[in-house]
Nanobody, 120 residues
Framework: QLVESGGGSVQPGNSLSLSCVGS????GSWPMKWVRQTPGKGSE????????????RYNEAVKGRFTISRDNSKNTLYLQMNSLKPEDTAQYFC???????????????WGQGTQVTVSS
């Protein structure tokens, strides 16, 4: 199970930090991703991190503003989002994935999501 938290409504330029707690599987053995979804754009890969947190990848749209990290001792994945823009508005999901890659995979396991709204 994956449970996200930390979403909310903020003004452009502000920050939010998302968390995702995993349970029922060996969290530290799996690469993880953040994915976002909007009605108009569909699903968009945001960022990936390998199982021990030593390697990360980012969508160009968020590079330099978002930081993915994990604490395997707490079974928790994080996404620090700075300098938020209205186009970052989306439902954000953490996913458990089989391989450390960019993009989406059909066999990724998704959490239930948390809403992020950026608006003035």
């Amino acid at each position: 199970q994956l449970v996200e938290s930390g979403g909310g409504s903020v003004q452009p330029g502000n920050s939010l930090s998302l968390s995702c707690v995993g349970s029922g599987f060996p969290f530290g053995s799996w690469p993880m991703k953040w994915v976002r979804q909007t009605p108009g754009k569909g699903s968009e890969w945001v960022s990936s991190i390998n199982s021990d947190g030593t390697h990360t990848r980012y969508n160009e749209a968020v590079k330099g503003r978002f930081t993915i990290s994990r604490d395997n001792s707490k079974n928790t994945l994080y996404l620090q989002m700075n300098s938020l823009k209205p186009e970052d508005t989306a439902q954000y999901f953490c996913t458990k994935t089989n391989t450390f890659t960019s993009g989406l995979n059909d066999d990724d396991y998704w959490g239930q999501g948390t809403q992020v709204t950026v608006s003035s």
